[in-house]
Structure formats: structure tokens, C-alpha cells
């Protein structure tokens, strides 16, 4: 039986990600993550999204990304299909480096968006990788609070707009945000 079709809508707002197969590391070093990170600038010019948050984790990865035209299927896709042949290559691997296809869920409400920002962004510390997002150079985190230029494919504007008018009261408040978040358990 098929699998149905994904939900794509022109204008959608997603929380979209996949993970590593049986839960496996899919970024080594470095080089991994800037391969990543070169595939996805590729899928957000060449696909028209815009890309307001992401992180990069050692086994699987989270994007807060919008889609004027209903093409998140085709760009995630693209994304995934292009770093596994890479990273097989790389290794002489063959065969999946995703666990499935790539997870999705419309983002239906303000307090859904603020809540995934933080989440997204919080992600290394919750995973015990990091004390402070900050230190994690692997998602948007440190160009959303100023602390880096915005990667290529990042747009910081949009979510920032949220938080206020002013850039730099702006980047403070969503700073203050996200470090007032409840602490969260990690499950055994």
C-alpha cells in the first residue's frame, strides 16, 4: 500500500527534519556539517523556501522552514538524497544514511512557531552537548542573538519580527526566550 502524499502547501510553515538510520551519527566532523549546510543554501535558493531556524545534531537535524510554493517534498528530497550520496562516497558506504523519509508538521499557530523556535534552537543543550546554545556553532541560534553573520540560507528577519521592532531589542528579547525555557528531563 502506498504511503499517502505529504501536506503541501504554498506558503507553509513547517517543522520538517529526519535522523540518521537506526539512529546512527550522520554528521562525523566538521566537513559533514558544512557539506550539510552547503546542500541546504543549494535547496533554499534552488527551491525559493526560506529557512527562519535550523540545527544540525550529531544524528538528525530540525528546520523551521517556509515554502511559497508547494514544493517541500521536492526539496527535502533533493536535500537528503544529495548528502547521502555524498557521505557514502565519502566513506565508501552504499545503502540508507536516513532512517525514513524526512518527518513534517504544518505549524499552525504563533505559540506553536515560538515554542518550535525554541526548541529547535535549544536542541544541543537538552541533548547534554552544550551548556549554553550558544556554544553550539551548528544551528542559527548564535546569528538569531547576533553573535554571528546569518549563514547564506538563514533568514533571521522574519522570526527576529516577532520579538519586536527594533533588531537589537529584537535579538535580546528572543535571547531572553529561549534561555527562560522550562528546563526539559532527557529520557533515559
Known sequence: MPRPPRLQIAG??????????RRTRIYWNGE??????????????RHGWFCHTYCLMPNHY?????TPLPNLSDGMQRLNSKYAQWFNS???????????RFYSKVV?????????????VLNPVRAGLCDDPGEWVWSSYRAL????????????????ALF?????????????????????????
Open 62 to 66: 530540525h528546520l523551521l522552514a517556509e
Open 12 to 21: 507553509g510553515l513547517y517543522n520538517v527534519g529526519t535522523r540518521g538510520v
Open 90 to 100: 565519502e566513506h565508501g558506504l552504499s545503502g540508507h544514511v536516513f532512517e525514513r
Open 108 to 120: 499552525e499557530s504563533i505559540y506553536h512557531l515560538l515554542e518550535l523556535a525554541r526548541y529547535i
Open 32 to 45: 559533514h556539517y558544512e557539506m550539510f549546510e552547503r546542500l541546504l543554501a543549494d535547496v533554499v535558493q
Open 145 to 160: 542573538v547576533g553573535e554571528a553573520d546569518p549563514p547564506p540560507f538563514v533568514t533571521t528577519d522574519w522570526l527576529l
Open 164 to 188: 519586536g521592532d527594533d533588531p537589537r531589542r529584537a535579538r535580546d528579547a528572543f535571547r531572553g526566550f529561549v534561555l527562560e525555557a522550562p528546563p526539559r528531563v532527557r529520557r533515559p
